[in-house]
């Protein structure tokens, strides 16, 4: 079964600084999703960025980029020019990429960011 | 466009009671999906359908139960409520078969006193 971890349960930064945020997960899969869900204190879900396992370029959205490393198994994010409005829960989670499967999103425990004016 | 709709937002029961989660979406999406969060920790499937009439079983089923009879909605009844029910729920959807991602409703606080 697939599993993903996020290694810190908090994290902080100043205000316009860059931080980045840690992801590992186990597969046997050679072929997924992953992403990145930010969740504010209004409990949304809100889909940050994602990146395909078959792609070797990393995705990017705007201040957001990923890190990824297949063969280490590892999805960090990258939130640059970090704003106030970007402190937030954030989850990383896994989905199988074939159909016919549960499909469901597999998440970490989250970790809570803390921006600092 | 709506999106995924939950309802109720809060809601408080007493040990015992039952009551139904509403989920209704307007994307004509196949795969439907009912998570818990617990306090500090990420989601956890409780059940999902591939599409109307075929539900099955996530990883924390137990004192819950579903149906799809639309392609549109698919509630969440939970029977006898108990102390360890006491969570948020959220609703999701998603076309599996495309590369979109899960849509989600905004989620359901319910206490269970």
């Known amino acids: 079964a697939q599993t993903v971890t996020q290694s810190q349960p908090e994290m902080s930064v100043q205000e316009a600084e860059t931080v980045t945020l840690s992801c590992t997960y186990d597969?046997?899969?050679?072929?997924?999703?992953l992403f990145w869900y930010k969740q504010p204190p209004s409990r949304q879900m809100i889909l940050v960025i994602r990146?395909?396992?078959?792609?070797?370029q990393n995705a990017t959205e705007n201040r957001f980029s990923v890190n990824f490393q297949k063969a280490a198994k590892s999805f960090s994010l990258k939130i640059s020019d970090s704003q106030l409005g970007d402190a937030a829960m954030y989850f990383c989670?896994?989905?199988?990429?074939?159909?016919?499967?549960?499909?469901?999103?597999?998440f970490g425990k989250g970790t809570k960011l803390s921006v600092k004016p | 466009n709506a999106g995924v709709t939950q309802t109720p937002k809060f809601r408080i029961l007493k040990i015992g009671q039952s009551m139904t989660l509403q989920c209704t979406q307007d994307?004509?999406?196949?795969?439907m999906y009912w998570y818990r969060q617990d306090p500090g920790m990420g989601l956890k499937l409780i059940y999902y359908?591939?599409?109307?009439?075929?539900?099955d079983k996530g990883e924390v089923p137990n004192g819950y139960n579903v149906s799809r009879s639309t392609t549109e909605d698919f509630p969440l009844r939970l029977e006898l409520a108990a102390p360890s029910q006491t969570s948020v729920y959220f609703c999701?959807?998603?076309?599996?078969?495309?590369?979109?991602?899960?849509?989600f409703g905004d989620g359901t606080r319910l206490s269970i006193l």
């Open positions: 999701a959807s998603t076309l599996l078969g495309s590369n979109q991602p899960q849509h």
């Open positions: 989670a896994y989905r199988t990429f074939y159909g016919g499967s549960q499909g469901n999103l597999i």
């Open positions: 990146q395909e396992a078959y792609k070797q």
């Open positions: 994307m004509n999406h196949n795969y």
């Open positions: 359908s591939v599409g109307a009439g075929i539900t």
């Open positions: 597969t046997s899969e050679s072929d997924y999703y």
